[in-house]
Every structure is written in structure tokens, then in C-alpha cells.
């Protein structure tokens, strides 16, 4: 399975971070099942083509598909490492992680749509081939601004829960044992899907402001590029930090080194 393959070669992780969760079990099977049917349901929205033309739509629509395919290995790469880290499998665990496979699978179908609207400025240099043809009729522009909520308040509620999945490994520290930067780490990874949450949130409070304006679906989309800037600042604080902190660790294991000896 993929996440044996990962962990053999040990893609994803850090080697700061004790894995407790080298085993699968049966939740992580499942989950990946539901992950799985996720991308299918990617597949078979889509109709099998019958002519020519169909083929060429279809052939076009390999674009949004593999945006689609990227974000929910995204997701699915966030699930990974929580369980490699951890291996919590307990009944709260099992609550959140059942809320998350669900917003998983209603994310899908208004991520394709949205990914498939985005790409008509590109369908629309193409002369001879007119994606926007398909689509016309489905969504008005000033039904383009539910489509930002529905789709916000998706996105939002699947790193909302895995935040909360990451805050009550944080708690559970104790049992854990987790050490003073596997604490660190899991904080961060508690801050980073709050800021993944809070773009889609402020998304969908553009689209409710510019609700009844045909501008609103651009405002609200064009939020997400506040991802690059933001994830970037952020990351290079942690990076900082998390230096600073391993170098602190090490000097302090120094010290006692040298005290231990000088005792002896």
C-alpha cells in the first residue's frame, strides 16, 4: 500500500519526530478506502464520451482533474502523517476522523465544478474548442457566489477537523510522551490548518458581502492566492524557530554532558 511505501523510505516524515504509528490499522485502511473513492467519484462524474468531440472535452478536462487529484493528496498526505506521528486510535479519534472522511467526500464534487469554472478563461483562447460551451446554463454569476460558500465552508471544515485532530494529540501528551519538539511540531501543525481553514472562511465572508453583485465569485476566488504569501511567511517563521529550538536543545544536552563528566 502507499503509506507502507512512504514509510519505507521515509517520505514525509522528520527525523526529530518519534513515529508511533508504524502499523496501520484498520482506521487508516479504511480512511485510505474512503480517500480511494474520492478520486473515483472524480471519474465517473464524468460520462464516458461517445463522439469525437467528447473525446477532445474529455481529453481537456484531464487539467481541472489532476488540480482536483492534487488537492485531495494534499489532504490525504495531512491524514498520513497525523497517524504515522501518533497512532491514536481511540473512540474521539474515530469520531473526527469519520466528520473528516465526510467533508472529504462532499468536498469533492464542488471542487471539480470549481476547478472546471476556473479554466474557462483558458478554454476561451482556444477558437476551435469552447469549453465554456458545456458549462453554460449550469451556474449563473450571481449563483457563482454560493458556489464560493459551498465550496469554502468545505474546504474550511476538512482542516478545521484536522486541526482538532492535531489539538487533541497535543493534549494527550502525556501518554504520548511526546518531547518538548515533537510539542512544538504538533502546535505547528495545529497553526498551519488553522491558517488553511481561515482562507476558505474569509472566502466565503467576501461572497456573502458581494452575494448579489456578479463580481463576487472573482472577489471571493481570487482570496485563495493569499494562500502562497501567507503559507510562505509562515512556513519561514517556523523554519526559524524550529532552528533556534534544536540548537537551544543542543546546547543545553551540552551542558549536562559537561556537568555529568565534571562530577564524575
Known sequence: MLREGLKKHSIGRNKEFRYRGEE????????????????????????PPTSFEQIRRFTYELIPFLLCIGTILVIWHEHYVFFCRYGLRNGKIIVLNTLFLSLVLFYVYPLKFLTRLILFPIANIFQDYDLSNSLTGTITAQNTSELMIIYGVGAASVFFVLMLMYRYALNQAIELELNEIEKFDTRTKIRTNLLMGLVPVLSVILALIFRDSWMAGMISGFTYFLYTPIMMIHGKR?????????????????????????EN
Open 24 to 47: 496501520p490499522g484498520r482506521l487508516e485502511n479504511f480512511s485510505d478506502a474512503v480517500f480511494a473513492l474520492a478520486i473515483t467519484l472524480l471519474l465517473i462524474s464524468t460520462s
Open 238 to 262: 517556523v523554519d526559524r524557530q524550529r532552528k533556534k529550538f534544536l540548537e537551544l536543545q543542543s546546547s543545553e544536552k551540552t551542558n549536562d554532558l559537561l556537568e555529568s563528566s565534571l
